[in-house]
């Protein structure tokens, strides 16, 4: 099932579970969204969108794009140009990373990176898998 949010207009946002939108997950242009609990399956941004929970599967970054993580996500990200990601020091990241916008790290991340270098902060993590796997397979335990 193929899902598109939009904004709540009180707020400007809409929180996801899976009990709500599950399979992929489409955050349209202008469109504001915040996964705070659960996700499982693709997610592509045009918009903003923010992970407080946890997004287990792969996760596009289209031109213009913004993503916020101050949760865990487990899968690859594709940053498409103009396109940003930033991983607060709370966030975490397990998974290829094939930047050709901006990644900023402030948190933990762990994998390959295709493109572009992300910028890891002082402080930040950049956690090396063990040789012949590209990440870690799931994320440590908070």
């Known amino acids: 099932m193929n899902s ?23 955050v349209g242009t202008d469109e504001v969204a915040a996964i705070t609990a659960y996700h ?14 946890t997004l287990t599967g792969p996760l596009t970054v289209e ?5 916020i993580v101050s949760g865990d996500i487990e899968g690859p990200i594709d940053v498409r140009v103009a396109g940003s990601v930033v991983i607060l020091p709370s966030g975490r990241v397990a998974g290829t990373i094939v930047n050709h916008g901006s990644v900023v790290n402030h ?7 295709e493109g572009r270098p992300p910028e890891d902060s002082e402080g930040s993590i950049v956690a ?6 590209d990440r870690y397979p799931t994320l440590p335990t908070r």
């Open 4 to 26: 598109t949010v939009g904004p709540d207009e009180s707020t400007g946002s809409h929180p996801l579970n899976t009990e709500d939108l599950p399979g992929s997950l489409v």
């Open 40 to 53: 499982d399956g693709p997610v592509e941004t045009y918009g903003s969108l923010t992970v407080e929970g």
């Open 63 to 67: 031109s213009l794009g913004r993503v």
């Open 107 to 113: 948190g933990w991340r762990s994998g390959r990176v």
């Open 128 to 133: 090396e898998p063990l040789p012949g796997i």
